[in-house]
């Protein structure tokens, strides 16, 4: 469709670019035929003047011979005025010949043949009137008789005869040539007027065209316009439209009918207005400039405020606000919600899980902790009838307050009351925990559990309790999932930026129809083997809210020969930023602690005090931030700081600073060469107070080597 309307619009161009193209064309042609016309009027008054010269060469020659024979057949002297005028006008013709060039000849004529002949036949006269005047009438006479006067004068009406129709055949064939040139003008200029009107009709259907289509386009306009504010004043929620400024533009009927207000009384009043209390202006219009049009992600700004009605009465409202531009201008459509019976189910809820938190969890508690004593023979030897029945009612209580211990977790966890104590901390020590605390659990089900951990350890920021809850919840569905004897297996892994956890059960699979709801709320699958496997159907989602609250990812993918790898995916700890001491000890020097390990930073911090300020830092990352931020007298530098070592600091260590101190503490006995450090201290070996000693007698030699 865009195409198709390009190309219409480039032939409307075109069309309208030929009209003035055609103009110009008619134009020149008109104005060459005109310059043609001028130059045949012009080559047809050169050619008349020449034959009207040579006609006026003629006749003066005539008058010349007739004044000579008058003259020299009668000796009356009356007879030389026409022969002497003659003459001299000959000579003048003769000298001041007309220009016979131009551009319609390719070469000018000659008249030298005429002008030797004129002299010859002057001559001849000049000699008979010469005689006659001496009196010789009878040897002027014998000259004439003898007819070189009347041949001369032949051969001078033969050469103007021959200039004449010369002439006479040039202007005919300029004339053949003008009327062929007219006529391919006056067939070019049809033509060109015939394109012109073709054009010019195109132009009239094209505008025709156009103007219904923007006939029809006002028509849709008008009718999308009437459904747009049909679903506008339909819509239950109360929608607005603010200028820049936040004032109210327009409102649909919802609005009204949530604040009391009439249409006349909202447009024009400051959105500030619907408010209990109002900010100030300045502030909210701050606000709304930080909007962003909504996109398909529905981007643009949401708060929630308290709203007061025309009456003074309040509700609770969630509004939404996105930014589009109207002619150039900034305005806003903010669409209102009343979520007062949102909040007043919410807070049923709220109460609804304190009752159960309260009320049934703590009886609960006391029921289970009562059967489980009864089973171990608190009050005495049971039957074995008894003994199965309390048996049952005692794991169908534990399933219970797994249940309600998930609700209250999902709860907290959405509401965002669940607080997270987040700590660097190794995944390692979190793995062993988890697979050491599920390991009656796997005994139950003769499942195994293997572990897969890396050579050198792996930090992430988080909460250990609720990290060790998610994996208990990928490690407890990996085992139910998985056939009696079988093993599930536990990786650890990491990329440059992330930890990845895995876990891989030998079992069924996911099915199709359950992959896409699998992390939802009381999912799962629906058969008769998962339902008798138990479950409350909340762990996998509450592994996924934790994992996203640690700025992580969850997810599942099949096992090559069968089975399911669900992974978590969670930030490593060095992406954190660098915390300089802000205020080191006055006077004390700055010293550089590199280890990948939270309880040894903490430690050897502490083992400085007094005697030197220590930055901590974990990853070779942050040393080199540190390093950027702030000069230190001395470094402490572990080798196994993962996924580099602590070693490759060095060299641009020393090429900073060639006099700096630098100190290896580490746990490996067998620690690779390190050229370019100062000691090698092995941890578990070296007392702490060795290690202080150490780096505050090398920071004292470079200090008084610098001096």
């Avoid at 193209?21 to 008349?48: D, G, H, K, P, Y």
């Avoid at 911090?605 to 931020?629: C, P």
């Avoid at 996924?643 to 290896?664: E, K, T």
Wanted: aromatic content about 4%.
């Amino acid at each position: 469709m865009s195409d198709r309307k390009n190309a219409q619009r480039a032939l409307i161009s075109a069309v309208y670019l030929a009209v003035p193209l055609a103009l110009i064309a008619v134009f020149s042609l008109v104005q060459q035929e005109f310059q043609q016309t001028r130059s045949l009027l012009a080559s047809v008054e050169r050619s008349a003047g020449l034959r009207l010269y040579l006609l006026d060469v003629l006749s003066k020659h005539q008058d010349i011979e007739a004044g000579q024979r008058g003259f020299v057949l009668t000796g009356n002297r009356t007879f030389l005025r026409p022969y002497i005028e003659g003459r001299a006008q000959a000579q003048r013709l003769l000298a001041n010949a007309p220009s016979l060039s131009g551009p319609d000849r390719a070469s000018a004529l000659d008249l030298d043949p005429l002008r030797d002949v004129s002299r010859a036949k002057i001559a001849f006269a000049d000699n008979t009137v010469a005689l006659a005047k001496n009196g010789d009438l009878a040897g002027a006479r014998r000259m004439v008789a003898q007819g070189e006067g009347k041949r001369l004068m032949d051969a001078l009406r033969t050469r103007i005869a021959a200039l004449d129709s010369h002439e006479a055949a040039h202007l005919a064939q300029l004339t053949t040539a003008r009327d062929h040139n007219r006529m391919i003008l006056e067939r070019t200029i049809n033509f060109t007027l015939g394109a012109l009107a073709l054009i010019l009709l195109a132009l009239t259907y094209g505008v025709w065209r156009t103007l219904r289509q923007r006939e029809a386009a006002i028509v849709r306009a008008n009718g999308l316009g009437e459904r747009h504010r049909a679903i506008l004043n339909s819509a239950v929620d109360g929608m607005m439209v603010l200028d820049e400024g936040g004032t109210i533009r327009e409102a649909n009927p919802s609005v009204t009918r949530l604040f009391g207000y009439g249409d006349e009384q909202l447009v024009g009043m400051h959105n500030t207005a619907l408010m209990a209390k109002p900010p100030r202006l300045e502030d909210s219009n701050a606000w709304l400039r930080t909007v962003d049009a909504a996109g398909n992600g529905g981007l643009g700004g949401r708060q929630e405020f308290i709203g007061r009605r025309a009456d003074g009465t309040t509700l609770a409202t969630d509004v939404s606000v996105a930014r589009f531009d109207d002619d150039g201008s900034a305005c806003y459509v903010a669409v209102v919600r009343d979520v007062t019976e949102r909040k007043r189910i919410e807070q049923m809820k709220a109460e609804f899980v304190s009752t159960v938190s309260h009320e049934l969890r703590t009886p609960l508690t006391s029921i289970g902790g009562s059967l489980g004593l009864l089973a171990a023979g608190a009050a005495g030897p049971l039957g074995d009838k008894a003994a199965r029945l309390v048996a049952i009612a005692h794991s169908n209580c534990e399933r219970l307050v797994r249940l309600i211990n998930d609700i209250l977790d999902i709860e907290k966890i959405e509401s965002g009351k669940m607080q997270f104590d987040l700590r660097r901390m190794a995944v390692g020590p979190l793995v062993e925990r988890t697979v050491a605390a599920n390991a009656a659990f796997g005994e139950a089900h003769s499942v195994a559990v293997s572990t897969h951990m890396p050579s050198w350890p792996i930090a992430v920021l988080g909460d250990p309790d609720r990290l060790e809850q998610l994996l208990t919840n990928l490690l407890s569905n990996a085992i139910k999932h998985s056939p009696e004897g079988g093993m599930v297996d536990v990786r650890i892994d990491a990329t440059a930026t992330s930890a990845r956890i895995e876990v891989s059960d030998r079992g069924a699979g996911v099915p199709a129809d359950f992959r896409e709801r699998i992390f939802h709320k009381f999912a799962m699958a629906d058969n008769s083997d998962s339902r008798g496997r138990g479950g409350t159907g909340l762990g996998l989602a509450i592994a996924r809210e934790i994992a996203e609250r640690h700025d992580g990812s969850i997810g599942f993918i099949d096992r090559d020969g069968g089975g399911t790898t669900f992974f978590v995916e969670l930030p490593l700890a060095d992406r954190l930023a660098v915390a300089v001491d802000p205020e080191p000890d006055q006077g004390l020097p700055i010293l550089l602690h590199l280890d990948d390990d939270h309880d040894c930073l903490s430690v050897i911090a502490s083992a400085f005090a007094g005697r030197a300020s220590v930055v901590s830092v974990a990853s070779v990352a942050e040393a080199k931030r540190a390093l950027a931020l702030q000069s230190f007298a001395g470094v402490i530098v572990d080798v196994v700081v993962p996924p580099l070592s602590g070693l490759d600091l060095v060299p641009d260590l020393r090429a900073a600073a060639p006099g700096l101190p630098i100190v290896v503490f580490t746990a490996l006995d067998d620690a690779p060469p390190a050229v370019g450090v100062d000691a090698v201290l092995v941890k578990g070996r070296t007392s702490f107070s060795t290690l202080v000693e150490t780096m505050m007698a090398l920071v004292g030699r470079a200090a008084r080597e610098a001096a």
